[in-house]
Nanobody
Framework: VQLQASGGGLVQAGGSLRLTCAAS????????MGWFRQAPGKEREFVAS????????RYGDSVKGRLTVSRDIDKNTVTLQMNSLKPEDTAVYYC?????????????????WGQGTQVTVSS
């Protein structure tokens, strides 16, 4: 399965963005999914994960209460709704499929990394 993240852009602090992870080649509805981000000079950081059912989620401490992950099975996509954005949210955001049962927060437990999408939050 090939993944592609999209929806990034430039937004002011306090604003919102909606990222989408789309799959090509096959459906990924039976995969647990994850979102990660990587800022320049920093390690890849866990953002959110979603059980394949869409009924369970987990978030990184820095984004709890501001980001929401969900999936649309009919569209074969996973979305990351980002609200109350902060300059420290600036990073390239990636989606990936989990290799191990939910929940997983290590990027070593994920595969099929898609091309990321840049999110820039200005102060």
């Amino acid at each position: 399965v090939q993944l592609q993240a999209s929806g990034g852009g430039l937004v002011q602090a306090g604003g919102s963005l909606r990222l989408t992870c789309a799959a090509s080649g096959r459906t990924f509805s039976n995969y647990d999914m994850g979102w990660f981000r990587q800022a320049p000079g920093k390690e890849r950081e866990f953002v959110a994960s979603l059980r394949w059912t869409g009924l369970s989620t987990r978030y990184g401490d820095s984004v709890k209460g501001r980001l929401t992950v969900s999936r649309d099975i009919d569209k074969n996509t996973v979305t990351l709704q980002m609200n109350s954005l902060k300059p420290e949210d600036t990073a390239v955001y990636y989606c990936a499929t989990s290799l191990r049962p939910f929940p997983r927060e290590s990027n070593n437990d994920y595969a099929n990394w898609g091309q990321g999408t840049q999110v820039t939050v200005s102060s």
